[in-house]
C-alpha cells in the first residue's frame, strides 16, 4: 500500500521557519516526481514545488522562489520543503503528492493526508 505522510507544520510567526517532511512508502519512486501543493481557507489547492526523485530537478511558484526549498534523501524515501521567511499569506494545509513522469496525464497518483501550516502576523 503506497503512503505518503506529511509531518513537521505548526504554528510560526512571521519570518520564522518550518521544515515539512513528506515519508514515501509501498513502491519504487524514481520515476515519479515529488510534489508539495497547498490549499488556504477557501481557496483551491495550488502547486508549490516539486522535485524528480531520480535527478533532484525542482521548479517552484513564483511565490515561494528564494524562500521555500525542496529536497529529497532517497536512502530515507523522504522529501522535505524547507520554508523560510514565512508570511501569514503562507498559511495552508499543505500536501505531498507523487505524479508519475511517463504517463502524459500530468494526473498525481498518490496524495498525503496534509499538515497544517499557520503563519502568525
Known amino acids: 500500500q503506497v503512503q505518503l505522510v506529511e509531518s513537521g507544520g505548526g504554528l510560526v510567526q512571521t519570518g520564522g521557519s518550518l521544515n515539512l517532511s513528506c515519508a514515501a512508502s509501498?513502491?519504487?519512486?524514481?520515476?515519479?516526481?515529488m510534489s508539495w501543493f497547498r490549499q488556504a481557507p477557501g481557496k483551491e489547492r495550488v502547486f508549490v514545488a516539486d522535485i524528480t526523485w531520480s535527478g533532484g530537478k525542482s521548479q517552484y511558484v513564483d511565490s515561494v522562489k528564494g524562500r521555500f526549498t525542496i529536497s529529497r534523501d532517497t536512502t530515507k524515501n523522504t522529501v522535505y520543503l524547507q520554508m523560510n521567511s514565512l508570511k501569514p499569506e503562507d498559511t495552508a494545509v499543505y500536501y505531498c503528492a507523487a505524479k508519475y513522469l511517463y504517463s502524459g496525464s500530468g494526473r498525481y497518483d498518490y496524495w498525503g493526508q496534509g499538515t497544517q501550516v499557520t503563519v502568525s502576523s
Open positions: 509501498g513502491r519504487t519512486f524514481s520515476s515519479y516526481a
